[in-house]
């Protein structure tokens, strides 16, 4: 399983796990560039495991170019070469954000294909017994770095008036409304989950890292299901972000989220 500097994440549950606790930590900035880690003793005894598991664990981080050895004064926090890529999205504006998103990034298409869709899908899109839909993968990236995992079901009597060389140079949004489809509304969520083999290869992580996930169902202006979305985005390089503002009366003083062209104007 590779990872962003073609390194492997180690062998064995306990050190995967201090790999990723530690690389959580190197990236949110608890350990400042060219800060000392705790020495191998220090955090075999904070994480309960032994020096041969910290080890592992350190070696990996090493290969990921996170860290580096040094004599006399343990393991140090490398100063990253370049800033990293990291896109931003207000979540009271994510639908538009996104769209303008796909217009400034690139995209690799990883699979095509006509299936029947999984339950939960056909349920969503209100597709009947029997009926397919095109799945297809893709990788969106800057600077040509993978920042997200998209999946995405479109119904057969949709999807069939675009092909796979379609798919793979435009957005898929920019194929719907050209065929004609007058989107109406749609609805999101947004949890997270463990990056799985295929995804943590795919986004250049490790497998059980933490990602964002995005789950949207797309409905035309009569109510009919066009696009059931799974995204996956990795943390580090994907943010979601919101408004609030602070109202109400002084017996009722809640947060309430900014929408639209105040949320923008609040941004600014």
Known sequence: ???????????????????????DEIMGGTHAPGSAL???????????????????????????????????????????????VQLRADFATLMPQLQRMADATT????????????????????????????????????????????????????????????????????????????IGNAHQTVS???????????LETTVGAALIALTRVVYDSDGAGIEYLSALYRPDRFQLEMTLNRVGGSDDRHWEPVFGEAAQRTAK
């Open 1 to 23: 399983m590779n990872v962003q500097n073609g390194s492997a994440a180690p062998e064995g549950g306990k050190a995967r796990r201090i790999y990723l606790l530690l690389r």
């Open 38 to 84: 705790p020495g191998e003793l220090r955090l075999a005894e904070t994480h309960g495991v032994s020096r041969v598991t910290i080890r592992r664990a350190l070696d990996a981080l090493v290969g990921d170019g996170l860290v580096e050895r040094r004599a006399g004064s343990g393991t140090v926090v490398r100063r990253p070469s370049t800033q990293p």
């Open 107 to 182: 995209a690799r298409l990883l699979s095509f294909a006509y299936v029947n869709p999984p339950a939960m899908v056909a349920e969503a899109l209100n597709i009947a017994a029997g009926e397919r839909v095109q799945r297809a993968v893709r990788l969106r990236l800057a600077d040509d770095k993978a920042f997200s995992h998209l999946t995405t079901f479109v119904p057969e009597n949709i999807a069939q008036s675009y092909s796979e060389a379609d798919l793979a140079s435009t957005p898929l949004f920019r194929l719907l409304e050209r065929r004609g489809v007058r």
């Open 192 to 202: 997270a989950v463990l990056a799985t083999p295929d995804t943590a290869e795919a």
